[in-house]
């Protein structure tokens, strides 16, 4: 063991014995039953269409979902985002219909979970997951249906039964109620969760600026634009290094070489690695390649093509549905996973982190464009996720705030709205002991959740 590996151990054997001090011992969990189940969802409108993926969205859907047990009431709340979830379905219904389709899978979840008593989450899910698979095919008439449609349809499900499981087992915080094979991957406690800026394929120059001018400097540029793949490849090229010359001489004091951070997001659209490589080899070109910091989901998730030795890290997020998934994109070169707590459920991701965890892979969470108390679900598993290697701290996007039309409005839905927690400054989260202690607000019940089932 180097001495740089040797530190990096002692002090998570630190943050573990100190939390060990913190958390209840290991004790028999409750077994739950949940006698009703309620739903209801909300339509927040877009300021403007939202590209990726090679689609745009207008509007997204806020989804509640209660769960009722014997002596506790809960209410989960998600965003669908079907374009995300199943951008083949996406195209072939109208917005409306593709969200009612979600929707509905939701509702069939609710159904589901009243046969099953459970322990944990995450047992939960396992339990209900091959069955509701099948029904959200029949439901949606696809066959190929993504399996992502099926976990973002459960976002809200999910969420509700975390915070069942936390009521009837009386945890009072975040880390109370992390499973004990899961605390370990767990354990970190990031002072600074740096936030990556979205920069969607519509975004003005002037609109880049002005976030790092209010210091931002992770900037996630969304590549993989609409067109063919040779279309896409000079528009991502074109993107790319109009961006680079309006960036290429900002400074910040958050990284060691005072150097922006680029990140790229092609949602799998990239066909070949052939392809990919053209666009990498041309931000070498013009300079920008050694500020890349990892791309995103490159290829499409059936492609296979080992992406060992391209000389940037590789970032695997739709095609990990599974640990089996995250090893095979392992086996394949990737040096990273993407997390999506708030699009492909906690329980989901809690494995892929405990894996990563026990892989030495690092770890980001990545956004959905969700609602602001979704974004501390996020900031929850973020902040807990071993620190970025060569940013040391963690990482979260969150890109709400420059989409929703009534976003002044959905921050005051956040139960402690206005901590200073929730409000980016300088790029990144701030987290104090308040954060911790109060798990960023997500097991206070939300007033406008609640009377959304009055």
Same mark, same amino acid.
């Given at each position: 063991m180097n001495r740089r590996d040797f530190i990096k151990s002692a002090a998570i054997l630190t943050s573990l014995n100190e939390l060990s001090l913190k958390l209840p011992m290991y004790r028999s969990l409750k077994s739950i039953r949940v006698e009703t189940t309620n739903s209801n969802f909300e339509?927040?409108?877009l300021l403007k269409p939202f590209g990726f993926k090679g689609g745009y969205l207008t509007e997204l859907w806020q989804t509640a979902s209660q769960l009722r047990s014997g002596s506790s009431s809960c209410i989960?709340?998600? @965003?669908?985002? %079907?374009?995300? +979830?199943?951008?083949?379905?996406?195209?072939?219904?109208?917005?409306? &219909?593709?969200? /009612?389709? =979600?929707?509905?899978?939701?509702?069939?979840?609710?159904?589901?979970?009243?046969?099953?008593?459970?322990?944990?989450?995450?047992?939960?899910?396992?339990?209900?997951?091959?069955?509701?698979?099948?029904?959200?095919?029949?439901?949606?008439?696809?066959?190929?249906?993504?399996?992502?449609?099926?976990?973002?349809?459960?976002?809200?499900?999910?969420?509700?039964?975390?915070?069942?499981?936390?009521?009837?087992?009386?945890?009072?915080?975040?880390?109370?109620?992390?499973?004990?094979?899961?605390?370990?991957?767990?354990?970190?406690r990031n002072k600074k969760v740096g936030v990556m800026f979205q920069v969607?394929?519509?975004?003005?120059?002037?609109?880049? @600026?002005?976030? %790092?001018?209010? +210091?931002?400097?992770?900037?996630?540029?969304?590549?993989?634009?609409? &067109?063919?793949? /040779?279309? =896409?490849?000079?528009?991502?090229?074109?993107?790319?290094?109009?961006?680079h010359r309006l960036l290429k001489n900002r400074t910040t004091s958050q990284t060691q070489d005072g150097k922006l951070i680029y990140t790229l997001d092609a949602n799998g659209r990239y066909e070949k690695?052939?392809?990919?490589?053209?666009?990498?080899?041309?931000?070498?070109?013009?300079?920008?390649?050694?500020?890349?910091?990892?791309?995103?989901?490159?290829?499409?998730?059936?492609?296979?093509?080992?992406?060992?030795?391209?000389?940037?890290?590789?970032?695997?997020?739709?095609?990990?549905?599974?640990?089996?998934?995250?090893?095979?994109?392992?086996?394949?070169?990737?040096?990273a996973f993407v997390l999506k707590g708030i699009a492909k459920s906690l329980s989901q991701s809690m494995k892929i982190a405990k894996l990563a965890y026990e892989r030495n892979v690092p770890c980001i969470c990545a956004d959905l464009t969700v609602n602001p108390i979704l974004i501390d679900w996020n900031k929850n598993l973020a902040a807990r996720l071993q620190p970025f290697p060569g940013l040391e701290m963690g990482m979260i996007e969150t890109n709400g705030n420059m989409n929703y039309a009534n976003w002044q409005k959905m921050l005051g839905y956040h139960p402690l709205?206005?901590?200073?927690?929730?409000?980016?400054?300088?790029?990144?989260?701030?987290?104090?002991?308040?954060?911790?202690?109060?798990?960023?607000?997500?097991?206070?019940?939300s007033k406008h959740y609640i009377k959304m089932f009055q």
């Open positions: 339509r927040e409108s989960g709340i998600g @965003t669908q985002s %079907v374009l995300y +979830g199943d951008a083949d379905l996406f195209s072939h219904y109208s917005e409306v &219909g593709g969200n /009612a389709l =979600m929707y509905a899978v939701t509702e069939r979840a609710l159904q589901l979970v009243k046969r099953t008593s459970f322990e944990t989450p995450i047992g939960l899910q396992d339990s209900i997951l091959p069955e509701l698979k099948k029904e959200a095919v029949h439901i949606t008439g696809s066959d190929q249906l993504n399996v992502n449609f099926v976990f973002n349809s459960l976002i809200s499900v999910d969420n509700a039964a975390w915070l069942l499981y936390a009521s009837e087992n009386r945890f009072e915080n975040f880390d109370e109620m992390i499973p004990v094979d899961y605390r370990e991957a767990l354990s970190a969607s394929y519509g975004m003005t120059e002037q609109d880049v @600026t002005e976030a %790092v001018d209010q +210091g931002y400097f992770i900037i996630k540029i969304k590549t993989g634009q609409p &067109g063919s793949q /040779a279309e =896409m490849l000079e528009k991502d090229k074109a993107r790319m290094g109009a961006i690695k052939e392809t990919l490589l053209k666009l990498l080899d041309h931000a070498e070109k013009i300079g920008a390649l050694g500020q890349i910091l990892f791309v995103e989901e490159p290829l499409s998730e059936t492609n296979n093509e080992s992406v060992a030795g391209i000389g940037v890290r590789m970032a695997a997020d739709e095609s990990i549905h599974t640990e089996l998934d995250a090893v095979k994109r392992l086996e394949q070169g990737y040096g709205a206005g901590a200073s927690w929730t409000q980016v400054r300088n790029g990144v989260f701030e987290l104090d002991d308040d954060y911790y202690s109060s798990s960023g607000g997500i097991l206070t019940p």
